[in-house]
């Protein structure tokens, strides 16, 4: 098969799957929950603070096409995912995200990238007993950005990090916990051209460490996304269609904090 042929169909493959992560039911469905339980408990500072982060990540999540975004606004939309789930977890996981350094920004690197690793943490990366740990952490050199999400979960021995590994080398697709990994390297790989950047190896704190490279920031390969942030995205066909179907109703879906469609 051509090898363009071959990427443009690797491409809709990953499509899909970003659209039905980016409408996760599960996530939504527990996320209900728990502002169910807020509401048996009267607390409506917690339903108010819950409500909006949730509105405000399905809102990045659906209202923009831009496959490229700057860094920080991988950084509010990761927080966002965090944010929600410690209401789920409280003091059973854990997670650190260090402050972003300025020269790192704006630097542009592909959507949902850092938000699917720790998503992924989240799910396998956590001891299935005691305290759950997860670190997320960026670093700029000279030729390059990288960015890690680490954790300290027991799972992943010598030999899980090895088929794991090859998963991601090999793009084999077969069903198991990788193939996320994998469709993560994949992206990369296409749009910069080369493989390897995504790179997998046991973290201090015990479990995995998970590294994304965006390379050549410093050298004008990756010139700075042209983003606005969490408050002014781009508007999706989906979002379209349901602008007008709202139009119609005569509705209102404006939620506080966030702006509208443009």
Do not use: W
Request: hydrophobic share 35%.
């Amino acid at each position: 098969i051509d090898e363009n042929y071959r990427q443009k169909i690797l491409v809709q493959q990953m499509e899909l799957k970003q659209l039905h992560a980016k409408v996760n039911p599960h996530f939504l469905h527990n996320s209900l929950l728990n502002i169910r339980a807020m509401a048996q408990l009267q607390d409506y500072e917690g339903i108010e603070d819950m409500t909006e982060k949730l509105s405000k990540f399905y809102l990045y999540a659906t209202r923009t096409h831009r496959e490229i975004v700057a860094a920080r606004e991988e950084y509010e939309y990761t927080q966002l995912y965090i944010d929600i789930q410690s209401v789920r977890f409280g003091e059973r996981i854990q997670a650190q995200v260090e402050p972003l350094p300025e020269d790192c920004a704006e630097v542009g690197m592909p959507r949902f990238i850092l938000q699917n690793l720790v998503e992924n943490a989240y799910k396998y990366g956590v001891p299935a007993q005691g305290a759950g740990l997860i670190r997320l952490r960026c670093e700029s050199q000279r030729d390059a950005v990288y960015f890690r999400v680490e954790d300290n979960g027991t799972q992943f021995d010598e030999e899980k990090l090895r088929v794991l590994r090859e998963i991601i080398e090999t793009e084999r697709e077969d069903g198991l916990p990788g193939t996320g990994l994998m469709n993560i390297a994949l992206r990369l790989k296409l749009h910069y051209g080369q493989s390897g950047l995504l790179r997998l190896e046991r973290s201090a704190l015990g479990g995995l460490c998970a590294t994304v490279v965006i390379p050549g920031h410093r050298m004008g390969i990756n010139p700075p996304a042209s983003s606005e942030g969490l408050r002014k995205v781009e508007t999706s066909p989906i979002a379209k269609l349901f602008d007008l179907k709202t139009k119609i109703s005569g509705g209102n879906r404006d939620v506080p904090g966030s702006a509208g469609g443009r």
